[in-house]
């Protein structure tokens, strides 16, 4: 199957492959020859009757070793030997799920979304900058219909949204009732834009680590994107999420991935 991917962690794929390989390739040469010899009629000219002749070709194509390339040998190398990389494709995670190990690399099919407080972080979902605009038109004319968010706090979620700069987080629903997959996209391995990270996707990545049922853990402290100083933290964990419905807390039990690859 042709694979199309939206994210591809390029450096984390060549640690891995040449670890497995024992180094990194720079290139492929493929080299073709084909050689074959029979019998003709002379030449015009020619004083040979029957000539035998002789005839050799060589092509040699020289192919680089892109990322996809990479993925699709590391798939087979780990599908090889599962024990030596800890690999394990996932078809049920009800069952298969609560026996992961750390360090376990997965391939699971999930539906995919961005938790809507971390698209207000992002500087590319436009959310922090429409609110800012409107503080400052709320200002400019005075206006008491425009309700006014607190500066400080306007400061405090904009500081939050630089720290993260162009990376996000993802939370993910697999074939489960109960589980859930989370994980960090760093913005320079993303392939395409952040409104097509939605939907059916199949995710490939490291478990770093596991939420049992009743734990909880705000999206901004995972692993990755621990970007909160501690005492802050620990403040909100104290807090927890401020009702049902609030998307920027992964709620166990689920399983926290150093993503790979996410494709289709």
């Known amino acids: 199957m042709l694979k199309h991917f939206l994210y591809l962690n390029e450096s984390a794929l060549g640690d891995y492959l040449s670890a497995l390989e024992g180094g990194a390739r720079a290139g492929i040469v493929d080299r073709n020859q084909r050689s074959g010899s029979g019998q003709g009629d002379p030449a015009p000219g020619s004083f040979a009757a029957g000539a035998q002749y002789a005839r050799e070709d060589e092509k040699t194509v020289r192919l680089t070793d892109t990322p996809p390339a990479q993925f699709e040998r590391l798939m087979a190398l780990v599908a090889a030997d599962p024990e030596l990389s800890g690999w394990a494709a996932v078809d049920d995670p009800e069952t298969e799920f609560p ?24 500087p590319t979902g436009g959310v922090l900058a429409a ?12 206006s008491t219909s425009t309700q006014q968010i607190d500066p400080a706090k306007l400061a405090t979620f904009e500081a939050l949204g630089n720290l993260m700069g162009g990376d996000l987080v993802v939370v993910a629903q697999p074939d489960s009732d109960d589980w859930k997959l989370a994980g960090k996209l760093r913005s320079d391995h993303l392939r395409v834009s952040t409104d097509e990270l939605d939907g059916n996707v199949r995710v490939v990545g490291k478990v770093s680590r596991k939420l049992t049922a009743g734990d909880q853990k705000p999206l901004l402290a995972l692993p990755g994107l621990d970007i909160l100083p501690r005492a802050q933290r620990r403040e909100i964990e104290s807090k927890g999420p401020s009702g049902p419905n609030d998307d920027s807390w992964l709620k166990g039990p689920a399983v926290m991935l150093e993503i790979l690859a ?3």
């Open 262 to 264: 996410i494709y289709r």
């Open 99 to 122: 026996s992961l190990r750390v360090g376990a690399l997965i391939d699971v099919e999930c539906d995919i979304q961005i938790p809507s407080m971390i698209k207000a972080l992002s």
């Open 131 to 142: 609110v800012k605009a409107l503080n400052e038109i709320g200002s400019t004319i005075g």
